[in-house]
Nanobody, 127 residues
Framework: QVQLVESGGGLVQAGGSLRLSCAAS????????AGWFRQAPGKEREFVAV????????YYADSVKGRFTISRDNAKNTLYLQMNNLKPEDTAVYYC????????????????????WGQGTQVTVSS
């Protein structure tokens, strides 16, 4: 059984940093795609970042580009999201998602392209 478990969320002041982790068990995703999404109250779930394939190409939403960094540790089967210079509008529940197949087209921003999801971790940024 595949499980994704996020951790690292919390309350931080604007301008601060947090690092989210997503530990995977049941299978590896080093050759596939793994990403982060977020959902704020009253809003749809939105793409944040993805790391793709064995090469590990990364892509980011414009709203987080230059502030967030996605990475993975294949030995630990863990995905990370380093979030710097956080803003109040980054407040949301953050979800990690993964699929065994890499993305061959630019559909990584679509939530329905992922097969596995974590339970989410709350990130709150105060002004």
């Amino acid at each position: 059984q595949v499980q994704l478990v996020e951790s690292g969320g919390g309350l931080v002041q604007a301008g601060g940093s947090l690092r989210l982790s997503c530990a995977a068990s049941g299978r590896t995703f080093s050759n596939g795609g793994a990403g982060w999404f977020r959902q704020a109250p009253g809003k749809e779930r939105e793409f944040v970042a993805v790391i793709n394939g064995i090469v590990g190409n990364t892509y980011y939403a414009d709203s987080v580009k230059g502030r967030f960094t996605i990475s993975r540790d294949n030995a630990k089967n863990t995905l990370y999201l380093q979030m710097n210079n956080l803003k109040p509008e980054d407040t949301a529940v953050y979800y990690c998602a993964a699929r065994a197949r890499r993305f061959y087209s630019g559909t990584y921003y679509r939530a329905d392209e992922y097969d596995y999801w974590g339970q989410g971790t709350q990130v709150t940024v105060s002004s």
